[in-house]
């Protein structure tokens, strides 16, 4: 009686493992959605941003200070702070949390002409 149940869960057994496969498939999908999608998505705009950096951008650092770029080097930048324009500190690119590009006065005339 013994290996009746032996040979009748053998069958079940080989259905568990693909179940178990099925499960570690759709969790790594989950987990790339969820996790390393974004996290690249971030990375790549983070690189954009920094190669986009110009001379007279305003920018916002992680310590929450605004500030103007006034030089730019491979990895620092200069960003002169507040109407005072005697504090000027280098800081790391990574240091920059957002960009605010200078409008030039040209955009600015097309505004006034279109109203």
């Given at each position: 009686m013994g290996n009746v149940l032996l040979t009748a869960q053998a069958p079940a057994a080989g259905?568990?493992?693909?179940?178990?496969?099925?499960?570690?498939?759709?969790?790594?999908?989950?987990?790339?959605?969820?996790?390393?999608?974004?996290?690249?998505?971030?990375?790549?705009?983070?690189?954009?941003?920094?190669?986009?950096?110009?001379?007279?951008?305003?920018?916002?650092?992680?310590?929450?200070?605004?500030?103007?770029?006034?030089?730019?080097?491979?990895?620092?930048?200069?960003?002169?702070?507040?109407?005072?324009?005697?504090?000027?500190?280098?800081?790391?690119?990574?240091?920059?949390?957002?960009?605010?590009?200078?409008e030039s006065s040209q955009s600015k005339d097309k505004e006034k002409?279109?109203?």
């Amino acid at each position: 009686m013994g290996n009746v149940l032996l040979t009748a869960q053998a069958p079940a057994a080989g259905g568990g493992i693909m179940m178990l496969l099925v499960y570690v498939v759709l969790f790594g999908g989950f987990f790339y959605f969820m996790a390393i999608r974004p996290q690249k998505k971030e990375r790549n705009r983070i690189q954009a941003m920094m190669e986009a950096l110009e001379v007279g951008d305003s920018v916002l650092t992680n310590s929450g200070f605004y500030g103007v770029i006034i030089d730019i080097s491979d990895e620092t930048v200069i960003v002169e702070f507040g109407s005072n324009r005697n504090c000027r500190i280098p800081m790391q690119k990574s240091a920059i949390a957002q960009i605010e590009k200078p409008e030039s006065s040209q955009s600015k005339d097309k505004e006034k002409d279109s109203k």
